[in-house]
């Protein structure tokens, strides 16, 4: 059915006649008449009635008209969600690293509760390979994702990406190891992206040794609990606050970085809210010196 003509019917119901129908949309009684009747052979139903000299309606006119104040909202609110020049509002579904939304994210939604009320961040935490498939069936809107210097990801055409920031990594060892021994440790890395593996091999290799995976852990809380247990040694963020027992020792020749991504589906980031959320990732402190 076309909402125009459902919108003529739930004016009837609100106004009581076909004529002040027509006065109140600028058009002729017959008009109204006329696609009301055209409105009640697609339905299949009499949606209205003689009542004397004037119009009432039937049972299914009435419920129709109850249904039709609710499709009509629904049609504005789907209209403004994605008017280009509409107020960003709606829900925006965010993955990240964990690292990435305490660092990108949590500046944003603090950025958003006060300027921007309309739009709510709903945030899950992801490792990319999980963040990239839930853009691809549409689960989420935007991920935040990462790769290394010496492990770097070619994003796939269906996507585009920004870079966010970049941060120094280190490697974590026990207290007062020195960092030739470390290439002989068994190494902590990711349980859910082979991100970090991929640079410990690389870095075990250049140094003469090859990189035995042991332990993978998810936390860099638990990475550090590894540590001190003398379970390994890991990549830690290099200005990372480490408990007592760790050393993170600075890495050169070559230097270890991380690199931040905000990742969406080529062609949606025109939606109001997703650009609004990408121009404040784009304006943050975080992204400053990227």
């Given amino acids: 059915m076309e909402t125009r003509r459902l919108r003529l019917l739930v004016q009837l119901a609100r106004l009581g006649s076909m004529r002040a129908v027509a006065e109140e949309m600028g058009l002729t009684t017959s008009t109204v008449s006329q696609q009301l009747a055209i409105l009640a052979r697609d339905v299949g139903a009499d949606l209205v009635e003689p009542d004397g000299r004037r119009v009432r309606l039937t049972p299914a006119g009435r419920r129709l008209a109850a249904h039709g104040v609710t499709i009509l909202a629904a049609v504005e609110a789907a209209r403004v969600d994605l008017d280009p020049d509409a107020s960003p509002a709606g829900e925006l579904l965010v993955c990240g690293f964990a690292t990435a939304i305490r660092r990108s994210l949590l500046p944003v939604q603090a950025r958003l509760a006060r300027d921007h009320p309309g739009v709510r961040l709903l945030i899950h935490e992801h490792e990319p390979a999980e963040a990239f498939a839930l853009l691809d069936t549409d689960d989420m809107d935007l991920a935040l994702t990462y790769d290394y210097n010496l492990a770097p990801v070619s994003f796939p055409g269906r996507y585009d990406s920004r870079p966010l920031w970049r941060a120094r990594w280190g490697l974590a060892v026990p207290a007062g190891m020195p960092l030739p021994d470390a290439w002989a440790q068994d190494w902590i890395v990711n349980s859910r992206n082979t991100a970090d593996e ?24 638990l990475v550090q609990d590894l540590i001190v247990a003398g379970l390994g040694v890991g990549l830690l963020p290099s200005g990372l606050a480490v408990r007592p027992g760790i050393d993170v020792l600075d890495l050169a020749a070559p230097e270890v970085e991380i690199r931040a991504y905000a990742i969406t589906r080529r062609g949606r980031a025109a939606w109001p809210p997703l650009a609004l959320v990408l121009g404040l990732l784009d304006s943050s402190p975080a992204a400053e010196g990227r």
């Fill in 198 to 221: 991929r640079v410990a091999r690389t870095l075990a290799a250049l140094n003469g040794h090859s990189a035995r995976i042991v332990h993978r852990c998810d936390s860099l809380e």
